[in-house]
């Protein structure tokens, strides 16, 4: 009887680990459906927490990269004093040295807090630019865009699709034209019954200094 009751009592303790386990072990999949959440559920609370985070965002700054109407937050992620308050007036920021950003490249990437833009001087005429870091069409990169003088004015090409945009305006020049090589081709046609989405564009003040203030409320 005293071996039985030993070998119960060895047992036992031996089974308390494996609960130990177990519990630390529901952490996965089991885990979910020993606690009634099933892989849907945790899907739900996955989008739940993305669209919430989506919204905080939304709530900060619109679909074009700008600040709400009134915001004075144009907090920038940059160095040596970019992003900072312009004695241009309120919610005006100073983003970049005409004298000293372009000497290399004539288009600048500004990294700010409500997103990427560039910074565009057009040489001949001594003009600067603000603009989206992406194109409308296929939200492509135009850190590499061809400048040259358009109908109005200058003008950006987006290396991608061909896409043209008055720089002043951001008006479109042409609309994924196509042609030139097969790609082009492809991307121009997949856009051909769209309507053409203009590049929104942004004030900019150059000081006599060579500060460059640009604002994002309008």
């Known amino acids: 009887a005293m071996a039985m009751a030993t070998r119960a009592d060895a047992d036992a ?6 609960d130990g386990v177990v519990a630390r072990g529901r952490k996965g999949m089991l885990g979910r459906v020993i606690d009634g959440e099933d892989d849907e559920t945790t899907s739900k609370k996955k989008k739940e927490k993305r669209a919430a985070a989506a919204a905080d965002k939304a709530a900060t700054f619109d ?14 992620s940059l160095e040596g004093g970019l992003g900072k308050a312009s004695s241009k007036g309120k919610n005006w920021i100073v983003v970049g040295d005409a004298k000293t950003d372009f ?33 409308t069409a296929y939200q492509y990169p135009m850190i590499d865009g061809e400048l040259f003088f358009g109908p109005a004015g200058p ?21 994924c034209p196509g042609g030139g090589n097969p790609i082009k081709s492809v991307l121009g046609a997949l856009k051909s019954k769209e309507t053409p989405v203009p590049l929104p564009t942004y004030p900019v003040s150059v000081a006599a200094d060579g500060t460059i203030s640009t604002t994002f409320v309008k």
């Open 103 to 135: 000497a290399s490249k004539p288009i600048k990437l500004l990294e700010l807090a409500n997103g990427n833009f560039l910074l565009v001087k057009y040489a001949e005429t001594d003009q600067v630019f603000c603009i989206p870091c992406n194109s």
């Open 63 to 76: 679909g074009a990269g700008r600040a709400p109407k009134g915001s004075a937050s144009m907090a920038a």
């Open 13 to 18: 303790a031996s089974a308390r680990p494996r």
């Open 155 to 175: 003008a950006i090409r987006v290396p991608l699709d061909g896409t043209e945009y008055d720089l002043t305006t951001g008006d479109v020049i042409k609309w």
